[in-house]
């Protein structure tokens, strides 16, 4: 069983930046693809990024493009998601994904807040 835990989430001025990690336990990183995913209030659970198994590929929302990226350290069995350009409409909790084949596994999420 893998055990992800997300955190550097918390409360910013728009414009501003966060680096959001998810250390991973149990489990080996390096064998899963990797995803972040939001969910703001009131709203689903829609994708932010991803990260191929080796990290050559990568892979991003429309509403991030050019402001966040998601790089892996599979050294430290960690993922991050470095977000920057932070709007009010990023709002939300962010969860992080490991994927592989028939396994799924969810962190418990990270508050963000951006404030105007």
């Known amino acids: 069983q893998m055990r992800l835990v997300e955190s550097g989430g918390g409360l910013v001025l728009a414009g501003g930046s966060l680096r959001l990690s998810c250390a991973a336990s149990g489990r080996n990183l390096r064998n899963y693809a990797m995803g972040w995913f939001r969910q703001a209030p009131g709203k689903e659970r829609e994708f932010v990024a991803g990260?191929?198994?080796?990290?050559?590929?990568?892979d991003y929302a429309d509403s991030v493009k050019g402001r966040f990226t998601i790089s892996r350290d599979d050294a430290k069995n960690t993922v991050y998601l470095e977000m920057n350009s932070l709007k009010p409409e990023d709002t939300a909790v962010y969860y992080c994904?490991?994927?592989?084949?028939?396994?799924?596994?969810w962190g418990q999420g990270t508050q963000v807040t951006v404030s105007s």
């Open positions: 990260i191929s198994v080796n990290g050559g590929n990568t």
């Open positions: 994904n490991a994927r592989r084949v028939v396994s799924d596994y």
